[in-house]
């Protein structure tokens, strides 16, 4: 359980901390928006288009640093079952990032809404108008969110876990502070 | 003396033992303030979330709830709107002539044509209940830019809306629910409801003296709700609009009685003699006038402008036609025209859009296809 000075790269680290709380605004912003008759329903769909095709864009970046760049093995200290519970969480965390903006996007696409837009240029449609497709994606859009924040929340109780308890510089190889050192 | 029986081992004691277990930790790590921090954190997002959707706040008014309430006064009809579910759809386009363009840079108000899908319409949530059964008439239109962007509208032909906020228009539905025992509206629950909201007095002014339009074609529709317009150059005035049409309003004549469809069987004679014609009409606010508030009118004298003309020109049936999948969200607007303040219409725009997923669901679970097949039947055995 030594600390480790094995870590991500500062670009990956950087955006994971940029992403972070947008991820977690995203998913409040998204659940509250449809639960509201107030005037605050414009105030957060108004953020909540634009901001999720930025993540969109912001995890392409990061899929590729992770890809291409150098990323820390977990601990020989974790029992196995717990690194494949590590692996795939991130993967679908990864899959949670991709699908929810791509969904939002189809959705929107399928029901024939005007797409959102930065001066003359508009997002083109990238499914089909089809209420029958809109009615399922939508319906997906949904039921990933909430199995995002589930992950999400589990992934933050697990990062908690090994920078509290464990110490084995699983949250270190993620964190901002400097590369190497101990505690 | 007997050393006093064995405690069994309390929950967080076991909890700890199986922790350690579970990652090899040495005994005397502790665990206590850690995993207090980590269930803390874990609680505050949950709690972050069921705040977020309203779970916290059982009184907070939600879309799901208004749009449950129309199910219950009209009864649930699969695959059709909640409200203002019987209707037609309707195709044309609009022209811009260049007058309002100095007040919105919005491209529909330029000297430019703009393809328009619409739709007439009744309220309530039956599609089955016949024409003759509201004074109360619609028109629902998008405007398709050519930029992409969408104007959408949908107007009654009440120049005054009854209520003023989401909460209001709930609680008259609430008063609205057809007794089960009279299949009417209890009188006295909407007295009561009346009596306390005063501000629906115009709206009721206007259905005691107006008599309905005998058709949908020579109606005016009104905007509900103002809204405000943007000039290129940033200036900002408050609009409200009005499509007055070029046939004279005549009203229905209550001798005669009328056919369960008789406005959309009107509206395709007419519009086989030929298209239809409505003038735009922009209603300028002056400093002062009431912005948010959709039960309160303007004085008469403001200044108008006449913007373009909308001309219709067919008419589909709405099982079919292009209308069918458009949610006449009153806030999907084109640079150039934005919301108002008025707490309606982020009232109406969230309930449109749960009544859109709600019915688009139906459809997509096949639910709807027997209750058409149904009512296809019916419709071409009673003309």
């Known amino acids: 359980m030594k600390p480790r000075a094995d870590s991500f790269s500062l670009p990956s680290r950087l955006l994971h901390w940029l992403m972070a709380p947008l991820l977690l605004a995203m998913l409040l912003i998204g659940v509250g928006m449809i639960s509201t008759v107030s005037h605050w329903r414009l105030w957060l769909i108004g953020i909540h288009k634009p901001l999720g095709l930025a993540l969109l864009v912001l995890v392409v970046l990061r899929l590729l640093l992770r890809l291409l760049g150098h990323s820390p093995k977990l601990p020989s200290s974790m029992p196995a079952w717990q690194r494949h519970v590590a692996t795939l969480s991130h993967w679908l965390l990864y899959g949670a990032m991709f699908a929810m903006p791509l969904l939002g996007w189809g959705m929107l696409s399928a029901a024939g809404y005007p797409l959102p837009g930065i001066g003359a240029f508009h997002l083109p449609s990238i499914a089909p108008q089809n209420v029958t497709l809109y009615a399922w994606l939508r319906y997906a859009h949904g039921v990933c969110g909430q199995a995002f924040f589930a992950l999400i929340v589990f992934h933050i109780a697990a990062g908690l876990l090994h920078a509290l308890v464990l110490k084995d510089g699983v949250f270190k190889s993620i964190s901002l502070r400097a590369k190497s050192g101990h505690r | ?383």
């Open chain 2, 1 to 383: 003396m007997t050393s006093p029986p064995e405690r069994p081992k309390s929950v967080p004691d076991r909890l700890s033992q199986m922790l350690h277990k579970a990652f090899a930790l040495p005994i005397e790590t502790p665990l206590f303030r850690p995993l207090l921090v980590i269930t803390t954190v874990g609680l505050a997002l949950v709690c972050a979330y069921a705040y977020a959707a309203g779970w916290f706040s059982p009184t907070r008014l939600t879309p799901k709830q208004i749009i449950a309430t129309f199910n219950q006064d009209f009864g649930t009809h699969p695959g059709f709107r909640r409200n203002h579910a019987k209707g037609v759809c309707v195709v044309g386009y609009f022209d811009g002539n260049g007058s309002a363009s100095g007040l919105s840079n919005a491209l529909v108000f330029g000297a430019s044509r703009t393809p328009v899908i619409g739709r007439f319409a009744i309220p309530g949530g039956n599609p089955e209940i016949t024409d003759a059964s509201s004074p109360v008439r619609s028109m629902a239109l998008q405007f398709q830019q050519p930029n992409g962007e969408q104007w959408r509208t949908g107007m009654n032909n009440v120049p005054l809306f009854a209520v003023k906020t989401p909460r209001a228009f709930y609680e008259q539905l609430e008063a609205a629910r057809p007794d089960p025992a009279t299949g009417k509206p209890d009188p006295a629950r909407m007295k009561a409801f009346f009596d306390a909201h005063p501000e629906t007095a115009g709206a009721r002014e206007w259905g005691k003296t107006h008599l309905p339009s005998s058709s949908w074609a020579n109606g005016t529709y009104y905007s509900i709700n103002a809204f405000q317009l943007v000039a290129a150059n940033g200036d900002k005035q408050f609009v409200r609009w009005a499509m007055v049409p070029e046939l004279a309003y005549t009203p229905i004549d209550p001798i005669i009685p009328k056919a369960a469809d008789f406005l959309s069987h009107d509206l395709e004679q007419q519009l086989q003699q030929g298209p239809l014609r409505w003038h735009l009409i922009l209603t300028l606010a002056k400093a002062g006038d009431v912005t948010n508030d959709a039960t309160q009118s303007w004085p008469a004298d403001r200044t108008t402008v006449d913007a373009g003309t909308l001309t219709l020109n067919q008419t589909v049936s709405q099982d079919d036609g292009p209308c069918r999948d458009v949610n006449f969200d009153p806030l999907i607007l084109p640079h150039g025209i934005r919301p108002s303040s008025d707490p309606l219409l982020a009232g109406r725009s969230s309930a449109y859009s749960r009544s859109f997923n709600v019915r688009t669901r139906e459809e997509a679970e096949g639910a709807v296809t027997q209750t058409n097949n149904a009512q296809l039947i019916a419709k071409k055995g009673n003309p």
